[in-house]
């Protein structure tokens, strides 16, 4: 596999590593500090997507057909509205007035 998936998020850089040709830059800092539970939600999606290869030799050789490049685009696209969604949701809080 000449493309293999990292799927890997430097919050300090502000980009998100998808593969060895794509990178998403421009992250807002802010969008890390989006939570689901105790994870920030770039990083939970990123997780959810990642190859993963079953431990079972019957079910890896018969079922395993997953492959990140076939669901990339979609990905990016969750992505760009899960970053949008972040960001305006911090936006909201960070205006609320605090009791």
Known sequence: MLNK???KAHKDAG???LDAIT?????PFSAWH??????CALEWILDQYKE???RDKTIAE???TYRFADYKEYVIEL???????SVETRRI???MPSH
């Open 79 to 85: 992505l760009q509205r899960v970053c949008t969604v």
């Open 52 to 54: 993963k290869k079953p």
């Open 62 to 64: 018969k079922f395993n």
């Open 23 to 27: 990178t998403l830059q421009g992250v």
């Open 34 to 39: 989006y939570q689901l539970g105790n994870r």
């Open 93 to 95: 809080i960070g205006e």
């Open 15 to 17: 980009n998100i590593l």
């Open 5 to 7: 998936p990292k799927l």
